[in-house]
């Protein structure tokens, strides 16, 4: 399956982003969805999973309450909505599929090229 993702951008602090992780190759329904985000001077880190089903979601605690990860199987796209976004969300996403819902990136084998995030006044 390929990844596609898109919706980044610049905004400011306390605004919002939507993120879309468009899918192609194969039905995304037979996947779970991860979101993840890296700055350049980290590691990559989770930031939200979803089940193939959409039933079980899961999200890292730096954006419980502010992110909201969803999927939308008969439109091939998983999405994730980002509101009251801070400078430290500033980085790169990625949304990756894999067999199961996980937070760690060495269970997803496939993964979108990214789409910037930057949060600044």
């Known amino acids: 399956v390929q990844l596609q993702a898109s919706g980044g951008g610049a905004v400011q602090p306390g605004g919002s982003l939507r993120l879309s992780c468009a899918a192609s190759g194969r039905t995304l329904s037979g996947y779970a969805v991860g979101w993840f985000r890296q700055d350049p001077e980290k590691e990559r880190e989770f930031v939200a999973a979803?089940?193939?089903?959409?039933?079980?979601?899961n999200y890292a605690d730096s954006v419980k309450g502010r992110f909201t990860i969803s999927r939308d199987n008969a439109r091939n796209t998983a999405f994730l909505q980002m509101d009251s976004l801070n400078p430290e969300d500033t980085a790169v996403y990625y949304c990756?599929?894999?067999?199961?819902?996980?937070?760690?990136?060495?269970?997803?084998?496939?993964w979108g090229q990214g789409t910037q995030v930057t949060v600044s006044s």
């Open positions: 979803i089940s193939q089903g959409g039933s079980r979601v």
């Open positions: 990756a599929a894999g067999p199961r819902d996980s937070l760690l990136t060495n269970r997803y084998g496939y």
